[in-house]
């Protein structure tokens, strides 16, 4: 993806070049492009003086922010202790190898991004997956198919085999 | 001029100084390890706790980063404390078995188990290396990335960066990527040749007749009688 400097240039001035608010900053970025590409975060460092150390520190601490490109639709697998006992890890390894990605990836087609919750505080419906806010209470393996499917977009199905 | 009271002794401290750097003014042995005198306090090792407080309500408290006040009162010996460190040195030992200087605290503080599970990782995380180089070398080349389990020391995109000159001081400062040395037992996690295995005291004393008391510990108080041998 291109990386226009104005666009970032445009939410750094929102916030006065102001270094203390770099998450904001971030986040606009973040919304934008739906990672935070490599460019935008050198330029940003010039711009509000702060070294890329403290940046990338920042944007790895949050799962908020993704220095890989983030898929459409981004499924999260619950993994709290309540989830977790009742078969969590099993659906997360269902959905691995249903995407053929490990968690924090994202798929080839930027279809679907992976990742792990450390309990959504909903653990009476466990095992919980969300995907792009959409609840799936009691999920088992053999939902994960249906769930991902979906999701895929039109021409994905009808790709699909069978 | 503060006066704070370290180990049952009244003593004079200046304002803006840290109950370690009181305790090394009175040449008290407090053990430190992601404390350097040329870098700023971070409070990371957990090493250099002491206890504060009077009767029930002490607490422990990281030496190298809390500022003392006015009638502070500190026990820098007693068994909390010689535990916590303990404890703080079996699970170093557990992340970077491989390291001389936590081998070496083992040793000097009496540690003789490790009971946790060996992560060979050769890092701790006590920081020294991203301080170095901010501070000191003026680069900041390195820092902490991501969180929790996942946590890790390396430049931005874990790639050569312009910043860093491969000036080698945050392996200068590195407590733990060191090589070990090649004591007789080097091989298991706990090494302990240097250990000293007889205690030097017969019977428990309490913190006024310890002789040993203000120039850090033997240790004997806090082993359990079985296994001094
Ligand atoms: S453990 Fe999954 S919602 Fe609480
Ligand atoms: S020296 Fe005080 S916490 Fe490490």
């Known amino acids: 993806m291109n990386v226009e400097l104005d666009k970032v240039k445009s939410f750094v001035d929102k916030h006065a070049c102001d270094p203390s608010a770099l998450i904001a900053i971030l986040q606009d970025i973040q919304a934008e492009y739906n990672y935070l590409p490599r460019r935008a975060l050198l330029v940003l460092s010039q711009m509000i003086k702060t070294s890329m150390v403290d940046i990338i520190g920042v944007a790895t601490f949050y799962s908020a922010f993704s220095l890989e490109p983030r898929g459409e639709h981004t499924a999260t697998v619950c993994m709290g202790t309540a989830c977790h006992v009742r078969g969590g890890p099993k659906i997360l390894e269902e959905f691995e190898r249903n995407l053929g990605i490990e968690s924090g990836h994202t798929t080839e087609d930027k279809q679907f991004s992976l990742e792990t919750v450390a309990c959504l505080g909903c653990c009476a419906i466990g095992p919980v997956v969300v995907v792009d806010g959409d609840y799936h209470a009691q999920v088992s393996i053999r939902k994960v198919e249906p769930i991902l499917r979906k999701y895929q977009t039109k021409e994905k199905k009808d790709d699909a085999p069978n | ?229």
């Open chain 2, 1 to 229: 001029m503060l006066t704070i009271y370290i180990n049952n002794t009244e003593v004079q401290a200046e304002e803006g100084w840290t109950i370690l750097d009181a305790a090394q003014f009175y040449g008290l042995a407090i053990p430190t390890l992601c404390h350097n005198p040329g870098l700023s306090n971070y409070g990371g090792c957990r090493l250099c706790l002491v206890e504060i407080g009077e009767g029930k309500y002490t607490k422990l408290v990281s030496s190298c980063t809390y500022p003392i006040g006015e009638g502070l009162v500190v026990h820098t010996d007693t068994k909390r404390v010689l535990e916590a460190r303990r404890m703080m040195i079996e699970l170093m030992l557990s992340t970077a078995p491989g390291s001389k200087v936590i081998q070496d605290l083992a040793s000097l503080y009496g540690v003789k188990q490790m009971r946790f599970k060996i992560r060979n990782e050769e890092c701790i995380y006590c920081g020294l290396c991203v301080r170095m180089c901010e501070e000191q070398m003026d680069a900041k080349a390195i820092g902490f990335q991501n969180r929790g389990f996942k946590r890790k020391i390396s430049t931005p995109f874990d790639e050569r960066s312009y910043e860093c000159r491969l000036c080698g001081a945050c392996m200068y400062i590195c407590p733990a990527c060191a090589l070990r040395c090649q004591g007789p037992d080097a091989d298991t996690a706990v090494c302990n040749a240097c250990l000293n295995l007889d205690p030097t005291c017969v019977e428990v004393y309490d913190e006024l007749q310890c002789w040993m008391y203000d120039a850090g510990q033997c240790g004997t108080c806090v082993k359990k009688p079985s296994d001094a041998k």
